[in-house]
């Protein structure tokens, strides 16, 4: 449904506003999943600080985007489509901000692998990040660009990637016995992959939330296709 | 429940669950004319017994003149007409048996403005009775009693029921007109905007207590507060140039309307 212009301006600026601030959150937060990556990869401490350096603007945005939210709902009462823009924006934000902690987290374990002999099983958790990174990106876009249908394809992608979580937590849990003295890398490595699984089910809770906004569907808990 | 033009909409939950409960109003191809104006065109919708509905729009859509016409109100004015039907229990408003006087008499009508007759708190809640030939002192004291307790003034007024109406306050005042229009124990109550002279406190009274009566009486309101429509009414009517444009249960119609005129109007983009 194609709407036209709020006749109050200050509420159709301060839903553009909520919208750029959740938008700049997930730039930042991407950001912050690539630096890991670059971190954990290339083994390089200060992509790592980076990316744990950066959450603090991430936090301050969440406090920001809900400071904004709840004005909206203050000061214009939103009703329909502007009160379920409003609810996910909020919504939104949390996930993002939940994810960038993640990111965190996969620096701060990057940081100790980093001190460690580099352990060729690290390659394994390659295809985890892919996947956990390009579900994440899409999720933003389908909020971003209000993409129902990227949208919908985040939930079967999130399953895939609990698979693929599941599967190295089994070939890391069997390599320990054999390379005792690796233990710590590979309990970092599991921390690593648990924090990948997290964030796709953050990029899920995003799709749900858009899908929920734009078709007024609520599809969380479920397991039926949206 | 169906909205205009004899476009059926699909049935809500709600919908389903109230199906035990008659259609108490229904409106048929309902078209009003003030003289060559045409204010109303092609209504079709049936307001449900003992639950509050709400009929919303930008001014001029005609939602007063359709409430007005549920007590056959704008008869008053010279030069309107109307063609199609609205009928309360399956009987025609317009069947020639019907005295307009007693048609009134049964549906309670409160307004904008609270207007207290310059007469005591008493006389203004007995005033129709009076009129209809009542006049046994335990009947009108009754009648007193259970009108000022049903719109929440009793507790307010019971000790100075003989002091002049035009001392209470705002709030007070409208809960009086809504005490005097439930006097006479009607079938409907129409509302036409009845909170938009009152302060924030005295609004909330008289939500709570539409919310009450809604027990006895089947409620029609007219209002421009959106908030209010949420907060008090089942059913929500928009109007919009004299047509109906959706009708569905209030959460529907405000989370998520099905005609972008709807979503346009309640998310303030016209108006």
Redesign the interface.
């Known amino acids: ?8 301006t200050g ?1 159709e600026d301060a839903l553009d506003n909520l919208r750029k601030d959740v938008l700049m959150m997930s730039s930042l937060s991407s950001r912050s999943l690539e630096n890991a990556r670059r971190g954990l990869f290339e083994r390089d401490e200060d992509w790592c600080n980076t990316v744990i350096a950066d959450d603090e603007e991430i936090d301050a945005l969440e406090i920001q985007v809900d400071g904004e939210g709840m004005e909206i709902m203050l000061r ?9 823009n409003v609810i996910a924006a909020m919504k939104t934000s949390v996930n993002l901000e939940r994810a960038s902690d993640q990111s965190v987290g996969i620096a701060r374990r990057a940081r100790k692998l980093i001190a460690l002999p580099l352990m060729v099983e690290t390659s394994r958790i390659e295809p985890i990040f892919n996947l956990a990174s390009s579900i994440f990106d899409d999720a933003i876009k389908s909020y971003a660009d209000n993409d129902i249908e990227l949208a919908r394809s985040i939930k079967p992608r999130d399953r895939e990637l609990d698979d693929l979580n599941r599967e190295f937590a089994d070939f890391i849990t069997e390599m320990m016995p054999q390379n005792p003295n690796h233990i710590r890398g590979f309990l970092e490595l599991i921390f690593i992959a648990r924090c990948l699984e997290r964030i796709g089910d953050q990029a899920k809770n995003i799709a749900e939330d858009t899908i929920y906004a734009v078709a ?1 569907k609520d599809i969380r808990h479920t397991h039926a296709a949206m | 429940m169906q909205t205009s033009n004899d476009a059926p909409v699909k049935m809500t939950a709600d919908e389903k669950n109230s199906s035990s409960r008659p259609d108490f109003i229904s409106v048929k191809d309902f078209n009003f004319f003030y003289g060559k104006k045409q204010a109303l065109h092609g209504i079709n919708m049936d307001i449900p017994e003992r639950q509050v509905t709400a009929l919303i729009g930008p001014s001029g859509c005609g939602k007063s003149t359709l409430l007005r016409n549920f007590n056959r109100m704008n008869e008053l004015i010279e030069g309107v007409h109307h063609t199609g039907d609205i009928r309360i229990l399956g009987k025609s408003i317009y069947d020639k048996g019907i005295e307009v006087i007693s048609l009134r008499r049964s549906i309670g009508m409160v307004f904008q403005k609270s207007n207290p007759f310059p007469k005591s708190i008493y006389e203004n809640v007995v005033f129709a009775l009076r009129i209809s030939g009542t006049s046994k002192k335990s009947d009108l004291d009754e009648c007193v009693e259970r009108s000022l307790r049903g719109a929440a003034l009793w507790n307010e007024v019971k000790d100075r029921l003989h002091e002049s109406a035009l001392g209470l306050s705002g709030g007070q005042m409208q809960r009086l007109c809504i005490a005097r229009a439930i006097a006479n124990r009607p079938k409907v109550l129409l509302m036409d905007e009845p909170c938009s002279a009152l302060d924030p406190t005295a609004t909330v009274k008289v939500e709570e207590l539409i919310r009450e009566l809604k027990q006895q009486f089947t409620i029609v309101i007219v209002t421009h507060n959106m908030q209010q429509a949420t907060r008090c009414s089942d059913n929500t009517a928009f109007f919009y140039l004299g047509k109906l444009i959706e009708y569905a249960d209030t959460p529907k119609i405000f989370s998520n309307p099905s005609e972008k005129q709807t979503e346009d109007y309640i998310t303030g983009r016209f108006g």
């Not at chain 1, 449904?1 to 109050?8: A, G, K, S, Y």
């Not at chain 1, 214009?76 to 379920?84: E, N």
């Open positions: 449904m194609e709407l036209t212009r709020h006749i109050l509420f214009f009462h939103p009703f329909a489509s502007d009160l379920r007024v």
